[in-house]
């Protein structure tokens, strides 16, 4: 174990809260480490050029750079984050237990404004659809930003409330006094989780990461995200999905939907499956939206968001 896994990562306090965490993780198992904040310098120039080589999120973009041209040898992101389609070379080593699934509302005097008129912030057209899906009268303003300039741009704006992930706040311990677990809202597929990703060829960081895997988060994200891989076709959409195993029954409960961006159309789908059939349970509960509606709201959605 004479390699150092050199760990990438943003700079944000939660990113460097997730790589912190991987990285105690493998010096429990006696490997070396060190983490390299990688600041977005623009696209480095590689032989090709990134769409070729499928380098496509905006907040992983950076250190599948950093990774590809041999800066960083893994990378941890929050899971939600992560294109559906990995860079050609790049793959999922680890995923690591599940934290809070749900999205809150964190809210500044009190919970009136919630049968009243209100302005709500979020930078998610996800949130955003089911939140005018529940209250068509509120106002949603964009939001954007790491968690704590969020958390920061909530306190200097007027706005009634912001929705945040719980898993992110708890992780930094921002969460404040004053929230409300929104149980209604169906997250973003791989909500709560976290990945490492590391190169293909690397065996080595291969072979430490897989000591890191939670088996059964990874079958429930991997069937949230081939549902939205199915529904999306390359585009952002109000997606939202859930799997979770039941241990007592030996069964996948999914709960997907797609919503229209102004919240008006929701597609909904619920499944309880035996655990032995979750290879595909994504890809027919995407099918079923598809063939049920979903496939002419996903082109309206690719034409509202072209505008």
């Given amino acids: 174990m004479n390699k150092t896994i050199r760990i990438g990562t943003r700079d944000s306090e939660l990113a460097l809260w997730q790589a912190k965490t991987v990285e105690k993780k493998l010096n429990d198992l006696g490997y070396k480490t060190e983490i390299i904040a990688v600041k977005s310098q623009g696209d480095i120039i590689l032989d090709k050029p990134l769409y070729e080589l499928g380098i496509t999120g905006i907040f992983t973009k950076t250190l599948d750079v950093a990774m590809i041209s041999g800066q960083v040898d893994i990378a941890v992101h929050s899971m939600k984050d992560v294109p559906t389609a990995l860079p050609i070379g790049i793959v999922q080593a680890a995923v690591l237990e599940r934290a809070n699934v749900h999205d809150i509302l964190v809210y500044k005097n009190n919970l009136h404004f919630l049968e009243e008129e209100a302005t709500i912030a ?158 595909k349970l994504g890809f027919h509960c995407a099918q079923e939206i598809l063939s049920n509606g979903g496939t002419e709201l996903m082109a309206e959605i690719k034409k509202q968001l072209k505008k």
């Fill in 122 to 279: 979020t930078g998610s057209l996800r949130r955003q659809a089911q939140w005018w899906n529940k209250y068509p009268n509120h106002k949603v303003v964009d939001l954007r930003g790491n968690v704590n300039t969020r958390m920061q741009k909530l306190d200097e704006n007027d706005w009634n409330g912001a929705v945040f992930a719980t898993a992110g706040l708890e992780r930094i311990n921002l969460l404040p006094e004053k929230f409300i677990e929104l149980d209604w809202m169906i997250p973003a597929p791989a909500q709560g989780a976290m990945v490492v990703v590391a190169m293909a060829e690397d065996t080595f960081s291969l072979n430490a990461l897989s000591e890191l895997n939670h088996i059964e988060t990874e079958i429930c994200t991997y069937i949230e995200r081939q549902f939205l891989k199915t529904l999306e076709g390359g585009c952002t959409a109000p997606i939202g999905a859930i799997a979770k195993y039941d241990e007592q029954n030996d069964t996948i409960n999914f709960q997907g939907v797609l919503l229209s961006i102004d919240g008006k159309q929701k597609l909904e789908i619920v499944k309880d499956v035996d655990v032995s059939e979750w290879k």
